[in-house]
């Protein structure tokens, strides 16, 4: 029998992922000594620029934390400012910023699933070499992600860092000619949405179930997506302001982000906890179409989350399209929101999962102090425990370049967004 | 996939990944890139070979570490021409407000241990370490600007500059001036056109994201937006936010009365 090789891996830089990272790994005697991923994302320091701005420049500003997810940033920016000030937006305000929001999960969702983790499962180095076997795939995924970026375009005039949300509603309301026109496009997207759900459902998934816990908004209402009570599978129930109480952050020496645990122990966050715990509150349409596919949620199997992804795109344009129906436009798209000093708490479900913030407010409306939570370094620590189980699974004897891939894959099934979290990938394996 | 086309690197310094997205959002057209360049180098989208020489590198994103200072050097060797794209890249971006500030007391207010963290003590644009051979301004850009300076390039054009302001976006798309007519203060009159007027057409005024305008008159924009309303702190946030480090808003910056808060 072979002796156990030494091994150190070392993935400089991950490709298709938001922004930039590495992976070191060491196995030593057969076991895994050492893991660690590196963001290496420079600090952006965004929580000290917006001290002395103006609340709806703040709400501009951390929308260039990420090109991905900017609107998410706006909500929960938004949000904590109207929870402060006991503002409750009118009803219009609320669905359209749920229709937007739904553009966003729309755009990331089909960016990842065809253009970053499809690939992986079907054996290319990119979207560009997988377009030649899989043209169909690959134009539905790029219409899907138009579909998305126009219906933030609708509200936003663009869809990275649009600037049509502001505190107490929205700057502009859409015209009923183009909601009209998009309606259109949404319905003429829901068969396309729906035949993905296949395609990522019959994708082949390793079988390696991990136990980890879920956290996610959660709305009695809807499924949540701009708001809610901080949620996990294992009893948590609160409100958003007291997430200091049971999440803490903590820096370690490889990264620029901060990782965050849950009671002291790392946690999930995104489409496949939201699945987890929310999948009961989908429309009975949309969890139909889940049977028969051979898979079920709850899953905690990571790689079943491509098809989460797919779900929560069909939803979104489903929901959409609800929202959108008789859609009237407001006699003012906006009201005033008064300056209140205080703590500023918002939380909403950004595309790769919860993004926390905290914001102090003086009482002429400046920023004095802030504090944001993005998923991803939530993801963090769970990510390197999924590796590490993961690669145990798939035999450290396999050799480096599998243990490669196969340990991308696995990260990729996060989505990881590394600008937002710097606040990602080389893998370094090593073994000795 | 080897071919005669033309190469594109497309590398990422300190930034939000989302000026990149003017080429991963160009939806079906995407599929047409291939066919005018050979993509070596866009680790977003996954092919990753940094190193390859190239007829053109797009750069996204500013200089704030050390190693980004090498490496950025490395992308000029390799490449024939040099664009920047985005605020970042050409300016500083939004993170280069810590350019005003103390950055090291900044980090040790975020993180634990910042001496791990090997951070310059500013946000640069790329020309401030290597020649660059076009500049594209905006937060983010967008599609129509980078394929349009590309497509120039690649059949040896020089592109055109943008030298109007926003202003001359409004009056060809028959906009109402918002600031004569709601009084919002609008930085229009002192922004690179490029966006077609985004904000006045949804209902707001501009508030600089593509920076500053060829000769701009910040003296006199000031003077309109105290009249309107603002106090000196509120006119000075107004230059010191999105491209605050860009030549003409970081002067009209230091120029300001309300210059004294940190």
Redesign the interface.
């Given at each position: 029998m072979a002796e156990h090789r030494d091994i150190h891996i070392n993935v400089p830089?991950?490709?298709?992922?938001?922004?930039?990272g590495a992976l070191e790994l060491d196995i030593v005697g057969g076991e895994i000594e050492r893991l660690n991923l590196r963001i290496f994302?420079?600090?952006?320091?965004?929580?000290?620029?917006v001290e002395?701005?103006?609340r709806n420049?703040v709400i501009?500003?951390v929308a260039?934390?990420?090109?991905?997810c900017?609107v998410a940033y706006q909500m929960s920016a938004v949000q904590a400012f109207e929870r402060l000030s006991g503002f409750t937006p009118d009803p219009w305000v609320e669905g359209m910023r749920r229709v937007m929001y739904c553009g966003e999960w729309i755009?990331s969702h089909a960016?990842h699933v065809h253009?970053l983790a499809a690939?992986d499962f079907l054996g290319f180095?990119?979207?560009?070499?997988m377009?030649a076997d899989y043209?169909d795939a690959?134009?539905r995924g790029?219409?899907l992600?138009?579909l998305g970026?126009d219906l933030i375009a609708m509200f936003?005039?663009?869809?990275?860092?649009p600037?049509?949300i502001?505190l107490g509603g929205f700057?502009?309301a859409p015209d009923r000619s183009a909601v009209e026109k998009m309606l259109q496009r949404l319905q003429a997207a829901l068969p396309e949405a729906e035949a993905l759900i296949g395609w990522t459902a019959g994708l082949n998934f390793p079988d390696d179930d991990q136990s980890f816990i879920s956290v996610a908004l959660s709305d009695p209402d809807e499924y949540a997506i701009g708001q809610g009570r901080l949620i996990s599978g294992q009893g948590l129930d609160i409100d958003i302001c007291y997430f200091d109480s049971h999440f803490k952050e903590?820096?370690s020496?490889h990264s620029?982000a901060?990782h965050c645990e849950l009671e002291g122990r790392p946690y999930l966050t995104g489409p496949l906890a939201r699945l987890n715990l929310n999948f009961h509150q989908l429309p009975p349409e949309v969890r139909k179409l889940m049977e028969g596919c051979g898979i079920s949620f709850p899953s905690h199997n990571m790689f079943h989350s491509i098809v989460a992804r797919a779900i929560e795109l069909y939803f979104a344009i489903s929901e959409a399209i609800r929202l959108l129906q008789d859609y009237q436009s407001p006699a003012e798209?906006y009201r005033e929101v008064e300056a209140v000093e205080g703590n500023a708490f918002g939380c909403s479900e950004a595309p790769r999962g919860i993004l926390w913030h905290r914001y102090d407010v003086d009482d002429a409306g400046i920023v004095r102090y802030a504090r944001i939570v993005p998923p991803t370094s939530q993801n963090q620590g769970r990510i390197e425990e999924d590796i590490a189980l993961s690669l145990q699974k798939f035999g450290l004897d396999q050799t480096d370049e599998k243990l490669r891939l196969r340990a991308e894959q696995v990260i990729r099934n996060y989505d990881p967004?590394i600008?937002c979290a710097t606040?990602f990938l080389k893998l370094n394996v090593t073994r000795g | 996939m080897a071919t005669d086309k033309p190469k594109l690197a497309v590398h990422k310094f300190s930034s939000c990944d989302g000026c990149q997205l003017a080429l991963l959002n160009l939806g079906e057209p995407l599929l047409a890139l291939p066919g005018l360049v050979d993509i070596v180098h866009f680790a977003e989208a996954g092919p990753n070979s940094p190193d390859q020489p190239v007829e053109i590198s797009l750069v996204e994103g500013s200089v704030s570490t050390p190693e980004d200072i090498e490496r950025i050097q490395q992308v000029r060797q390799n490449s024939k021409l040099l664009v920047s794209i985005g605020a970042c890249a050409t300016s500083g971006g939004l993170q280069a407000l810590g350019n005003f500030a103390n950055r090291q007391e900044w980090m040790a207010s975020v993180y634990s241990d910042p001496e791990n963290i090997e951070l310059l003590n500013s946000s640069d644009p790329i020309s401030k370490h290597v020649k660059v051979d076009l500049q594209i301004q905006g937060c983010p850009v967008n599609s129509t600007q980078v394929i349009g300076a590309l497509r120039d390039l690649l059949s040896g054009v020089a592109p055109r500059p943008e030298v109007h302001s926003v202003c001359m976006e409004c009056k060809r798309k028959g906009l109402i001036c918002t600031m004569v007519t709601k009084g919002d203060p609008c930085m229009g009159p002192v922004t690179l056109a490029g966006c077609g007027a985004l904000c006045p057409a949804t209902g707001r005024g501009c508030y600089g994201c593509y920076g500053p305008a060829e000769q701009l008159n910040d003296r006199s924009i000031s003077d309109r937006f105290e009249q309107l309303g603002l106090d000196a702190q509120a006119v000075l946030r107004r230059f010191r936010f999105i491209a605050n480090s860009a030549a003409g808003f970081k002067a009209a910056s230091e120029g300001l009365r309300g210059d004294t808060d940190g």
């Open positions: 830089v991950l490709t298709r992922v938001e922004g930039e994302e420079p600090p952006r320091l965004f929580e000290k620029f002395g701005y103006e420049q501009d500003m260039r934390i990420c090109g991905i900017p755009q960016l253009l690939p180095d990119s979207v560009i070499a377009a043209p690959v134009r790029l219409q992600q138009t970026n936003g005039g663009r869809s990275v860092h600037v049509g502001r700057y502009r903590i820096q020496p620029t901060l798209p967004c600008s606040h | -």
